[in-house]
Nanobody
Framework: QVQLAESGGGLVQPGGSLRLSCAAS????????IAWFRQAPGKEREWVSC??????YTGASVQGRFAISRDMRKRMVYLQMNSLNFEDTATYYC??????????????WGQGTQVNVSL
C-alpha cells in the first residue's frame, strides 16, 4: 500500500528557505516516481518537481530555486526551497506518478503541508 506523509511547511519571509520532507512507503519509492505538487487557493494544481532513480525534474517556475532529493535508506524525499517569494505560498503535496511529467496524473498523495511566504 502506498503511503505518503509530508512535513516541514511553515511561515517564511521572502528570500528565505524551507526544506519539505516526504516520508514514503517502500512500495511508493520502489515502483513509482515521487513528485511534489502545490496548490494555492483559487489556483490550479501545479507540478513542481519529481524524482525517479537518478533523474530529477523541476518545473519552470521554480527552476534554479528548488531542488528535489531522496534518501532511500530513510525512505524520504525532500524538497529544498530557496529564494522563496509570495507566489510560492501554497499547500505542498508529495505524490506518486508513473513517470515524472507535468502531464501525468498523480496517483496518490499525502495530506499536504502548508507553506506561507509573508513579511
Amino acid at each position: 500500500q502506498v503511503q505518503l506523509a509530508e512535513s516541514g511547511g511553515g511561515l517564511v519571509q521572502p528570500g528565505g528557505s524551507l526544506r519539505l520532507s516526504c516520508a514514503a512507503s517502500a512500495s511508493a519509492l520502489d515502483y513509482y516516481a515521487i513528485a511534489w505538487f502545490r496548490q494555492a487557493p483559487g489556483k490550479e494544481r501545479e507540478w513542481v518537481s519529481c524524482i525517479r532513480g537518478a533523474f530529477t525534474y523541476t518545473g519552470a517556475s521554480v527552476q534554479g530555486r528548488f531542488a528535489i532529493s531522496r534518501d532511500m535508506r530513510k525512505r524520504m524525499v525532500y524538497l529544498q526551497m530557496n529564494s522563496l517569494n509570495f507566489e510560492d505560498t501554497a499547500t505542498y503535496y508529495c505524490a506518486t506518478q508513473n513517470q515524472c511529467s507535468d502531464s501525468n496524473p498523480f496517483l496518490a498523495w499525502g495530506q499536504g503541508t502548508q507553506v506561507n511566504v509573508s513579511l
